[in-house]
Nanobody, 123 residues
Framework: QVQLVESGGGLLQAGGSLRLSCAAS????????MGWFRQPPGKEREFVAA????????FYADSAKGRVTISRDNTKNTVYLQMNSLRPEDTAVYYC????????????????WGQGTQVTVSS
C-alpha cells in the first residue's frame, strides 16, 4: 500500500502563486509515475500534470502549460505542483496520484490517490 498526503492548498487572489506538495509514505516508494488532477465544483475530475519516474519526463494539460510545473524530490518521496498566475477557474480540489504499473499518465488510471487539498482563487 502507498499513502499519499497532499498539502499546500489555500485561499488566494487571482494572479497569485502557490506550491502543492504530495508526500508518499507506507512503503518504499518507486512508482511508474505520479500525477496531479483537479475537480472544480460541479465538474468532473480532470488531468493537470504528470511525471514519469524513470526519466523525469513531464506531461501537462494544455490549459496548464506555461503556468504549472510538476517536479519531484526522490529523497523525500515527494511530488510538487507549482502553480503561477492563478485564476478563479483554477478553483478546485487538487488530488495527487501514483501508479505502480504502466498506465497512460494523462488519464485517471492511477491505483493510488490522495485525499485532496482545496485551492480557492478569488477574483
Amino acid at each position: 500500500q502507498v499513502q499519499l498526503v497532499e498539502s499546500g492548498g489555500g485561499l488566494l487572489q487571482a494572479g497569485g502563486s502557490l506550491r502543492l506538495s504530495c508526500a508518499a509514505s507506507g512503503r518504499t516508494f518507486s512508482p511508474y509515475g505520479m500525477g496531479w488532477f483537479r475537480q472544480p465544483p460541479g465538474k468532473e475530475r480532470e488531468f493537470v500534470a504528470a511525471i514519469r519516474w524513470s526519466d523525469g519526463s513531464t506531461f501537462y494539460a494544455d490549459s496548464a502549460k506555461g503556468r504549472v510545473t510538476i517536479s519531484r524530490d526522490n529523497t523525500k518521496n515527494t511530488v510538487y505542483l507549482q502553480m503561477n498566475s492563478l485564476r478563479p477557474e483554477d478553483t478546485a480540489v487538487y488530488y495527487c496520484a501514483a501508479s505502480t504499473r504502466w498506465i497512460l499518465l494523462t488519464t485517471p488510471s492511477y491505483n493510488y490517490w490522495g485525499q485532496g487539498t482545496q485551492v480557492t482563487v478569488s477574483s
